[in-house]
């Protein structure tokens, strides 16, 4: 610890939600599952790190879907003492005039070369403060956009006085990872007008706060831009003229756009695959936007099977992922052994939490992740009959889903029951499941235990994707659209297929296109390997693990931002 406190190298990472442990209901999705990978291999690459998020007492939500496929909500508590230190430091800020005190609670990342990552998560649940406030860091995504401003004060503003207080005065780079935390940069602002023996900001310490941050964009999908007016900006933030006055704080002088402000404030910004910050550059025209491409953390999310293979075959890939690319000498018997192992594991669970009867013989697809209109889960059943028709004559197919629609997304909410509805309709002829509470651990026995995963996202909304990541490393293929990371990953035929040719179609007929493309491929490609050329579907098993593994790992990603972002001045 005292390391990393004289370490004029560390890195502060700023996430809203972060995913280190399936019983820790700080995360909902990609985002936070993504931060969790960061630290994790930031501990293994010895990295000098410090990560702040919320602590989310009651998590984002427990998932219950009626017969329907219809969602119902409510909290998720985690017993919060069992798993993190509170830590003696207290630090507070204003929310609309009322001072807000704040405490943090501590957890230990430890990387595999023994260095220590803390987490601190932000809570506001205090005695000290009116019932309402308490509230504040109970949510993951809660409330409406008066909650959510004031939970990015306590991040980004909080955040920054917190590390102050628990001693870390030498950080080299504020990373913020999506604009949730870019208040921060008020904070690191108003540091640098003390130090000039100000009461006020100045574009002079915007050049200084500049030098100090990075900011990683994640998407494009317009809601995921948080976005305020002046009038609520200033009601809970206070009239600040010379904070809000200075050049590109405000969007058009009207909008708090917290992702224009973290590019305004950012030495470095990058989006999340090559396609992504190249569709980054032109949303946001006039901004310097690179790219680093997503990883998973290897160590987590390859499955006992594949982990003891690994063990055997490559002793070395945990600390050097690129070595994975060895596994093309691992002999092909060995790869489908450990993959029958954890397809079989995922299949016991499946039909004893749904009392259906899966068949670890069958060719089974995989589609999870949050319920999102845009990522199109349904396009699977376009075409109900041709689908029914292609398991009945060329191959058996059965489809595992699973994933959480946002409480306030009633487009994910209707995906949810469109494919309960396809389930039923497929009830004699596909086995059709649908697994509640979409989890870390569910996450990591779905990736690995399937035999393709599928990817349907509507092009060019998919910045980057991970989930692909995980099976790939499983020596799962993916059959995905031309979108995020698989326009890099794809190697036709030799890592896994593609769906369409990642052209943008029409609104019109983009997912009758899309859709024949992946029946075509299942019929005749995919399933003929499966079923009457195994050694050529283990062929692609394997380069997806040497081929895509070796590369798209956080340890690979961190790097990138070692190289290129934090030490870039």
Request: charged share 25%; proline share 3%; with cysteine.
């Amino acid at each position: 610890m005292q390391d990393l406190l004289i370490d004029r190298n560390i890195i502060a990472y700023f996430s809203m939600e972060i995913g280190i442990d399936e019983k820790i209901h700080t995360y909902s999705g990609g985002l936070g599952i993504l931060a969790g990978d960061t630290i994790r291999s930031s501990a293994d690459l010895k990295v000098p790190m410090v990560a702040i998020s919320l602590l989310y007492r009651k998590g984002h939500f427990h998932q219950k879907l009626e017969k329907n496929g219809l969602q119902r909500e409510g909290p998720d508590p985690w017993p919060v003492k069992e798993f993190m230190q509170e830590m003696s430091a207290r630090t507070h800020v204003i929310i609309h005039g009322r001072t807000v005190h704040l405490r943090a609670w501590k957890y230990e990342v430890k990387g595999i070369t023994g260095l220590v990552v803390p987490v601190y998560f932000l809570d506001a649940d205090l005695p000290e403060n009116s019932e309402w406030d308490r509230t504040l860091t109970h949510h993951l995504y809660g409330g409406d956009n008066y909650y959510r401003l004031c939970q990015e004060v306590i991040l980004g503003v909080g955040g920054a006085r917190m590390l102050k207080e628990l001693g870390y005065n030498n950080i080299r780079s504020f990373h913020m990872n999506e604009g949730h935390s870019a208040l921060l940069t008020m904070e690191l602002l108003d540091d640098e007008a003390k130090k000039a023996g100000r009461n006020h900001v100045t574009e002079e310490d915007c050049k200084k706060v500049h030098k100090k941050c990075v900011f990683t964009t994640h998407t494009i999908v317009p809601a995921a831009h948080d976005k305020f007016t002046r009038e609520m900006a200033e009601m809970i933030i206070g009239k600040r003229d010379d904070f809000f006055g200075l050049d590109g704080v405000l969007y058009n002088g009207t909008v708090l756009n917290m992702t224009y402000l973290a590019l305004k404030m950012s030495r470095y910004v990058n989006g999340v695959a090559k396609s992504h910050g190249e569709i980054s550059r032109e949303l946001f025209s006039g901004y310097s936007i690179n790219s680093i491409t997503n990883g998973v953390h290897a160590g987590t999310w390859v499955s006992d099977p594949f982990r003891e293979l690994f063990n055997k075959h490559i002793p070395m890939w945990q600390n050097d992922n690129f070595s994975l690319r060895y596994a093309l000498s691992i002999p092909k018997d060995d790869i489908w052994e450990a993959h029958m192992l954890a397809k079989r594991k995922l299949i016991d669970h499946v039909n004893k939490e749904t009392r259906l009867y899966m068949d670890e013989n069958v060719l089974t697809i995989g589609f999870a992740r949050r319920a999102a209109a845009y990522k199109r889960a349904d396009l699977l059943f376009h075409d109900i009959e041709r689908l029914r028709t292609i398991s009945n004559n060329i191959g058996k197919i059965q489809v595992i889903f699973s994933g959480k629609a946002h409480p306030a997304d009633n487009g994910g909410k209707n995906l949810i029951k469109r494919i309960f509805d396809a389930k039923n309709a497929l009830s004699n002829d596909i086995e059709i499941v649908y697994l509640e509470n979409y989890n870390m651990n569910l996450g990591a026995m779905i990736t690995s235990g399937v035999d393709i995963w599928l990817n349907t996202p509507e092009p060019p909304k998919e910045a980057s994707g991970t989930s692909g990541m995980k099976a790939a490393l499983n020596g799962v293929p993916n059959l995905s659209v031309l979108d995020g990371w698989w326009i890099e990953g794809n190697i036709e035929g030799v890592t896994g297929w593609s769906i369409g040719n990642g052209a943008l179609a029409d609104e019109k007929n983009k997912n009758l296109l899309d859709a024949r493309s992946m029946y075509d491929k299942l019929e005749n490609i995919i399933l003929p390997l499966y079923y009457h050329d195994r050694n050529s579907f283990i062929d692609v098993m394997r380069n997806s693990i040497a081929i895509n593994g070796s590369f798209f790992n956080t340890h690979r990603m961190i790097q990138e931002y070692v190289l290129n972002a934090y030490c870039c001045y």
